[in-house]
């Protein structure tokens, strides 16, 4: 069965970095796009980033535009968000999603899930 496994978050502090992975198994990775959402607590899951399965054409939330970075390994199966200058305000449980639909902003789109794994930014 398919599976996508993040990687453990953790706490960082404002400002911090950190890198989050989701490695696949169980589908033909290199067909799917792969998205990054997030779930603060209280608030809907929203849009992160997405790439697509084609031409690796990546897609952005504009509140992360410019600090955060997906990228794949088709190689490996495994797709990366790289989170560079952290806030408070990113704080919440990160998933990975896997559609094969192309790359979108509505998690609707995707066709399976990770377990979510917690991102913690402290003032």
């Known amino acids: 069965q398919v599976q996508l496994v993040e990687s453990e978050g953790g706490l960082v502090q404002a400002g911090g970095s950190l890198r989050l992975s989701c490695a696949a198994s169980?589908?033909?990775?290199?067909?799917?796009?792969m998205g990054w959402f997030r779930q603060a607590p209280g608030k809907e899951r929203e849009f992160v980033a997405a790439?697509?399965?084609?031409?690796?054409?990546?897609y952005y939330a504009d509140s992360v535009k410019g600090r955060f970075t997906i990228s794949r390994d088709n190689a490996k199966n495994t797709v990366y968000v790289q989170m560079n200058s952290l806030k408070p305000e990113d704080t919440a449980v990160y998933y990975c999603?896997?559609?094969?639909?192309?790359?979108?902003?509505?998690?609707?789109?995707?066709?399976?899930w990770g377990q979510g794994t917690q991102v913690t930014v402290s003032s």
């Open positions: 169980g589908l033909i990775f290199r067909r799917y796009a």
């Open positions: 999603a896997a559609g094969s639909r192309g790359a979108s902003r509505l998690p609707n789109l995707y066709d399976y």
């Open positions: 790439i697509s399965s084609s031409d690796g054409r990546t």
